[in-house]
């Protein structure tokens, strides 16, 4: 007969301490929620265009395959072993508690950095909305606003929680697809052919096989987020199968979203060359306000703010349980707080501790090339987790911890493929991705980030031996039910 979920959770070593009471639905929108279809859009789409002109959409499909191997890995090991801080309690069992361990220290900095940049990307919508020119100062006061928020909403519960970010996605995602239609079905300027010609964008990478290259790498970002959904395993009824699930369904979701609107844009703008000649710097407010009217751009900047306010809360939530989840296993700086659970069964302690990170994160904000670095570490390192993910559970097939089987092993080597190529993509030095005349240390931002999160954790399991106090593990979920 199989285990419930609070004896799942004590065959693995746990007690039950948050509150299991997502459903799938719940799940998926924690997923969904971190990379919206607008807030995905919106990272990528000048971006992409400014390197590749309209066809830089063409890439979209290729990096949605590719994230679905990693799916395919995490969904595997999620069902086996269905806890907070997935890369970290996977690494540890796979392959051993410092690599686990290492894994999920690296995984917990991209994570809050990455919050760090959606609080500072969200900022100036808020300007926007009330119509006043933002400073630095004022957009950095703004974007920890954002994170207090974020932190208040989650301490009230995963509940409260779920109510907040659902309403805000269900409107993104409604008004993200009908506005994505209308774009293309009714305000549409230019033929689908468009979205095959480069109008000479190629020529800030120096051909045209680099500038595809680097658009693969930028848009990684627009299908990332589905691992929200493993941080919020222990607070997801029958978990091994229904987080499993709530990620294919969230990256789905999203990729389609991201797509349609991404065709939608390129063939409804106006003037394309202008974004790909660096003119225009927000191609999609310009399309939809071309289409809609100049009614439309406050409803559309109530949208996008929503988006990326749903967001912040979902990923700091997210950060929150990874912190959790290492803390208390006594393996994280400052412990014995970093695990407290409040009376609403939310990790108080987790949340207070990324908050103040990400906050302090965007000090940075005072300095245009200094943001820029932490802006292009955030986004460069969430490759790396996904990369350790692989590693781990092709480690674990070789060590028959994990089925052998064929597919089962093709899959996991393109995953790990996959996620070695994006890797090494993303982190390249790129001129092109920093702003012109950016400091060498912006354009060398993700090697340099990665560089000091790994060696302060190479430090820490040197000094501190944190390894060492981890209690030996036990058997995956469907072994031990």
């Not at 290492?102 to 990455?114: C, I, N, R, S, T």
């Not at 006043?132 to 409260?160: M, R, S």
């Not at 009908?178 to 549409?188: D, K, M, S, T």
């Not at 848009?219 to 589905?226: C, V």
Request: with cysteine.
């Amino acid at each position: 007969m199989p285990l419930n979920d609070t004896d799942q959770l004590h065959a693995l070593g746990y007690r039950q301490e948050l509150r299991r009471s997502l459903s799938v639905l719940g799940n998926i929108t924690m997923g969904f929620a971190v990379v919206a279809p607008v807030v995905a859009l919106y990272s990528v789409a000048q971006v992409g265009t400014t390197l590749a002109g309209p066809a830089w959409v063409l890439t979209l499909p290729f990096v949605l395959l590719g994230q679905l191997l990693v799916v395919y890995v995490y969904a595997e090991l999620v069902a086996r072993w269905p806890l907070a801080g997935g890369p970290y309690q996977w690494g540890r069992r796979l392959v051993g508690p410092a690599y686990g361990w290492l894994g999920g220290w690296v995984w917990q900095f991209a994570v809050m950095f990455g919050n760090t940049t959606v609080a500072y990307l969200a900022a100036p919508w808020v300007f926007a909305l009330v119509g006043v020119e933002p400073t630095p100062g004022g957009l950095v006061a703004v974007a920890i606003g954002v994170v207090v928020l974020a932190t208040f909403v989650n301490a009230y519960g995963i509940n409260v929680l779920r109510l907040f970010v659902g309403l805000g996605i269900a409107a993104e995602a409604v008004a993200s697809v009908l506005v994505g239609l209308a774009l293309l079905l009714v305000f549409r300027q230019h033929p689908f052919a468009l979205l095959t010609r480069t109008l000479g964008a190629e020529e800030l990478s120096g051909s045209t096989f680099s500038a595809f290259l680097a658009v693969i790498a930028v848009a990684g970002w627009a299908f990332i987020g589905f691992d929200a959904c493993v941080s919020t395993a222990e607070e997801t009824k029958d978990a091994s199968r229904q987080v499993p699930r709530a990620m294919w369904w969230a990256l789905l979701s999203v990729g389609s979203v991201v797509i349609l609107n991404a065709v939608a844009v390129g063939v409804a703008h106006p003037d394309p060359a202008a974004v790909a000649a660096g003119r225009d710097l927000d191609p999609v407010t310009t399309a939809v306000v071309h289409g809609f009217g100049s009614w439309s751009d406050k409803p559309f900047v109530i949208v996008v703010l929503t988006s990326f306010l749903a967001c912040a809360m979902a990923s700091q939530g997210g950060a929150a349980r990874g912190l959790y989840s290492l803390a208390r296993d006594d393996v994280f700086p400052f412990a014995r707080f970093v695990k407290r659970v409040n009376a609403r069964q939310a990790p108080i302690g987790g949340l207070v501790t990324g908050g103040l990170i990400s906050a302090a994160g965007l000090l940075f904000g005072l300095e245009s090339s200094a943001i820029g670095s932490l802006i292009s570490f955030g986004t460069a390192a969430t490759f790396l987790p996904f990369f350790l993910v692989a590693v781990a559970a092709l480690a674990g097939r070789a060590r028959g911890l994990l089925p052998r089987s064929p597919g089962r092993t093709a899959l996991t080597v393109l995953a790990l493929l996959w996620t070695g190529f994006e890797l090494v993509n993303v982190w390249w030095p790129r001129e092109v991705l920093a702003p012109p005349g950016a400091p060498w240390y912006q354009v060398w931002a993700a090697f340099i980030g990665g560089a000091v999160v790994i060696g302060g954790g190479l430090a820490y399991l040197v000094v501190r031996r944190p390894q060492e106090r981890l209690a030996p593990v036990v058997a995956a979920v469907s072994d031990s039910a």
